[in-house]
């Protein structure tokens, strides 16, 4: 039965307090994270020699070669990497066809549409019956274990309020195109078979991450939306952003809440194999508090700056290429925010086999090379000079059945 009568904030933010399942520990040692990822790209590197479709890049290596992957779909959830590995989504449930783009009433949504399948309760992977465009009236709240699986078709969220993971766990969304999303709120929203209730103004990022665990997002083409491409904020960990193509837009990813918000700093997140293309302006990402591996990715453009943050993040940054652009006062990588040099020279930042184009330059601080970083460093990412190779792909794949992906 539904209780129409309770705020979904009230419900949402008293389970801050409140110890649930879908809460995570940080890892203890995220170095050892690292070198998971490590290993994970130097297996995918030795065996290039015997796949023919393989990259390098260990995410795409672990499922593109097979001709079969439409009947094998939920092989997926066990490629992912980084913090967010263990993010098995609807691996365990059915296959749910979306088979209808609308989203007449958020409060009742019919069966077949993607609203319908992911406020239910049980795991599923939800895929699409056919190419669709759809335009939410209200944010898209999802509930823990599911999948949206865009493989197969050409899936567009597009045109109003986009996705919301907000205290939930084990969720993957891959191989959707989101862009121009807006702001929503001031409405009723069901979030489960049994609850709904009030949303105020969301953000209009095209996902946002917040209080929840164990996410993966995978090959999403992301650009010009109201707020964030990707935010994850309030006690988000355990999360991989991977093998997106970010475009056409100013403050692309925002990882942690506040400065003040310290219980971010169990956050942890890998960013890896991402291109960060045209029209971007910066945040790729901003980070606070936690601990943020970036690896591998393709940095083509950026107006202020790639990555920057406040309140002594750690950002481990290994074999990723920065293009710097032609105006002589943005090419530095970095920004350190709200902070004198006297304290964020202390914030353990560290390049490693970066490759800086155009001028592009990166101003490390606090460790440097320190045990921690020299330990985690030992395997190596992928030489940056391959990093157009491993990102080829980036964003949604234009997968067709009965071939390779």
Same mark, same amino acid.
């Given at each position: ?21 879908? &809460?995570? *520990? ?16 130097? #297996? ?7 796949? &023919? ?34 993010? %098995?989504? !609807? ?42 465009? %759809? ?17 197969? #078709?050409?899936? +567009? ?15 993957? %969304? ?10 929503? /709120? ?8 049994? +609850?709904? !209730? ?42 991989? %952003? ?9 403050? #692309?990813?925002?990882?942690? +809440?506040?400065?003040? $918000? ?7 997140? @890998?960013?890896? $194999?991402?291109?960060? /293309?045209? /029209? ?8 606070? +508090? ?15 700056? #790639? ?14 290429? $920065? ?10 990588? @970095? ?23 155009? /001028? ?10 320190? &045990? =921690?970083?020299?330990?985690? =460093? *030992? ?5 940056? =000079? ?20």
């Amino acid at each position: 039965m539904a209780i129409p009568s309770l705020s979904l904030l009230f419900l949402l933010m008293s389970s801050l307090l409140i110890p649930t399942l879908i &809460s995570s *520990s940080p890892v203890q040692e995220p170095e050892l994270v690292v070198q998971d990822v490590h290993r994970a790209i130097n #297996a995918s590197r030795r065996n290039l020699g015997y796949l &023919s479709c393989g990259t390098g890049n260990p995410i795409d290596d672990c499922w593109r070669c097979d001709r079969n992957w439409e009947r094998n779909r939920q092989r997926l959830a066990d490629c992912a990497i980084g913090f967010g590995k263990n993010a %098995i989504g !609807g691996r365990d449930g059915k296959i749910y066809v979306v088979t209808d783009s609308g989203d007449d009433d958020p409060v009742n949504p019919k069966p077949g549409t993607l609203r319908h399948a992911v406020i239910q309760d049980e795991p599923l992977w939800i895929i699409f019956a056919r190419d669709m465009t %759809i335009r939410f009236k209200e944010e898209l709240i999802m509930n823990s274990f599911k999948t949206i699986d865009g493989r197969g #078709a050409s899936v +567009h969220i597009a045109g109003g309020p986009c996705i919301t993971v907000q205290f939930v766990t084990n969720i993957i %969304i891959h191989g959707l195109h989101i862009h121009d999303c807006k702001q929503g /709120g001031n409405a009723m929203v069901r979030d489960s078979p049994r +609850h709904y !209730g009030w949303r105020t103004i969301s953000d209009g990022d095209g996902v946002s991450i917040f209080g929840a665990s164990h996410v993966w997002v995978d090959h999403n083409s992301l650009s010009n939306c109201m707020d964030g491409l990707i935010d994850a904020i309030y006690g988000s960990t355990a999360i991989t %952003i991977s093998n997106n193509y970010m475009t056409h837009h100013d403050k #692309a990813m925002l990882l942690g +809440h506040s400065d003040s $918000f310290t219980r971010d700093k169990n956050m942890q997140v @890998t960013i890896a $194999f991402n291109h960060f /293309g045209e /029209g971007l302006v910066q945040r790729m990402p901003r980070c606070r +508090h936690g601990y943020f591996h970036v690896v591998n990715n393709d940095y083509t453009h950026w107006e202020m700056y #790639a990555i920057g943050g406040s309140a002594n993040p750690t950002i481990n940054s290994q074999g990723n290429r $920065f293009t710097a652009p032609d105006n002589r006062f943005s090419k530095e990588v @970095t920004k350190y925010e709200n902070a004198p040099e006297s304290e964020w020279k202390n914030w353990n930042w560290r390049s490693e086999g970066d490759l800086m184009v155009n /001028g592009a330059f990166f101003t490390p601080s606090g460790a440097g090379a320190s &045990s =921690s970083y020299s330990k985690a =460093s *030992s395997l190596g990412a992928r030489p940056s =000079s391959v990093v157009a190779t491993l990102t080829t792909d980036a964003g949604a794949l234009n997968c067709k059945k009965g071939s390779r992906c």
